[in-house]
């Protein structure tokens, strides 16, 4: 089987790795290696950082209207090419191959549209100091930035960065996780056909070890966006510290679902079925912590129970597959892991926790697994605390207001969380007390992108979205002219 041979794009150019070594990467359907991927090194993202430094100057004063442009360019080309990305995606991640065609990629276009039309109606703060003068604000591309994507949503998460980054007049070095680096390599044969200057967006593959920490530890990139787990991020901002560069970072969530008894019942288990296995769980806004106030908890617990047991899991290109694989052997080991974990703390098993036994022979070595549902934890269970991230949750039964606010808040993470209830009070009130940077009341991933995203706690620094994005990839300077 001849391996599709990936090479990092630097300069609007495919350039060979400098160590020219390459590494396999997993198509997690088949559990047999579909691509290779450039072992890249501090030298590659040198390389790349010199092409985006010197794009900078002519790219940093390109009019908002010809940035703009181009972005709705970039969006128009991936719209043509959706099927193509699609199965790319899938085959890549282990998603099926529809949630891709109708979330994932669309989104990525989506996002470059949206901050295309963000620049064109931006406008700078004014105010007039009687007797003194007029001061107005400036926003001013800072220079190149490091933006490093993940595995779970690789072109929808990456292009989330992109977009914003150029949309401000910056330049950018791209370091897509290893694990998915397909839909980035495809992205970047979009930005040149779209006429992106070279330079402007440079892709390095490789490692987090190997590239992702030379663009975090490199001197002159002054600014990291970071989408991946806890702990890398902890190590991003020791790493970065001495440099004082501005940093987002999108980190891990243990997201709380809350189902009160007064809920719309079928809404409520529709969505809490999907927010619990969307993506095989690999969604950080997944609902993995499900709190059931008593009265409803039986039924509510059964019913999730057998909708579980009725969602499809296998081949990713069918239209009726609800579950993919996991995206790595290493990563179903884990969960796995987690799944036995819960048992030994006093855990039961409702459904799932296994891998399914109606694989087609072709699939028989991939990464797939039954969602799984364990009942019978107390919150202070390592299961029900740590991040899993995977076709898991745990459901757990609450009396009061109270005593869910509590169970919610207490957490390392504060990255989202859903309410179900048909009390308008009580929703707000709810609402207003949980500690996450985003609460969704009877919906879930309802993502509008004017409004500000990011995590409390250890699920983040920072906030992106709409402004708070323009912000995040700009210099605000006050200007102060005398009368």
């Not at 100091?129 to 930035?145: D, E, F, K, N």
Request: glycine residues 10%; negative net charge.
């Amino acid at each position: 089987m001849v391996l599709l041979t990936l090479d990092n794009f630097i300069n609007n150019e495919h350039v060979k790795p400098a160590l020219g070594t390459y590494f396999d990467t997993f198509e997690p359907a088949r559990g047999v290696p579909h691509a290779r991927i450039p072992n890249s090194t501090k030298d590659d993202v040198e390389r790349a950082y010199e092409a985006a430094a010197a794009a900078f100057p002519g790219w940093s004063r390109t009019s908002r209207a010809d940035r703009a442009k181009l972005l709705y360019k970039i969006a128009d080309l991936i719209d043509a090419r959706l099927e193509e990305f699609a199965y790319a995606e899938s085959k890549d991640q282990g998603k099926p191959v529809e949630l891709a065609k109708t979330v994932d990629i669309p989104r990525a276009s989506y996002n470059f549209r949206f901050f295309a039309g963000r620049i064109l109606h931006a406008v700078e703060e004014a105010g007039d100091l009687p007797g003194v003068g007029l001061s107005y604000t400036q926003r001013m591309p800072i220079g190149v930035a490091g933006l490093i994507s993940p595995w779970n949503l690789p072109l929808y998460l990456l292009t989330w960065k992109i977009a914003p980054c150029i949309a401000c007049g910056n330049t950018a070095v791209c370091k897509p996780s290893e694990f998915t680096s397909l839909t980035a390599f495809l992205l970047c044969t979009v930005l040149k056909e779209a006429g992106l200057p070279a330079g402007v967006v440079n892709m390095v593959f490789g490692t987090g070890m190997g590239a992702g920490q030379a663009i975090v530890e490199h001197p002159r990139i002054p600014l990291i966006s970071f989408t991946g787990g806890t702990v890398t991020g902890a190590k991003i901002i020791a790493n970065s510290a001495r440099f004082f560069k501005k940093l987002s970072l999108e980190l891990g969530g243990k997201n709380a679902n809350i189902v009160f008894a007064d809920c719309d019942f079928d809404l409520a288990l529709k969505t809490t079925l999907r927010s619990s296995f969307a993506n095989q769980g690999e969604i950080c806004l997944c609902g993995s912590r499900i709190f059931i106030e008593k009265p409803i908890y039986d039924k509510f617990v059964g019913a999730l129970v057998q909708g579980a047991k009725a969602l499809k899991v296998g081949d990713p290109t069918q239209k009726d597959t609800n579950l993919g694989a996991l995206v790595s052997k290493e990563h179903w080991e884990k969960v796995v892991g987690y799944i036995e974990l819960g048992e030994k703390e006093g855990g039961k098993i409702e459904c799932g926790g296994q891998k399914p036994t109606t694989l087609d022979d072709e699939f028989k070595d991939g990464y797939f697994l039954e969602p799984t549902i364990i009942s019978g934890l107390t919150p202070s269970c390592r299961t029900m605390r740590e991040e899993i991230f995977g076709p898991v949750v745990t459901v757990c039964s609450f009396d009061t207001e109270e005593e869910v606010i509590k169970m919610t808040n207490d957490s390392e993470y504060g990255l989202s969380c859903s309410l179900w209830t048909e009390n308008g009070r009580r929703a707000r009130r709810v609402a207003e007390a949980i500690q996450s940077g985003t609460v969704w009341v009877n919906t879930w991933m309802a993502r509008d992108l004017r409004m500000p995203f990011g995590g409390m706690k250890q699920s983040g620094l920072g906030r992106e979205g709409g402004d708070h994005s323009l912000d995040f990839y700009s210099e605000i300077k006050t200007i102060c002219l005398a009368d």
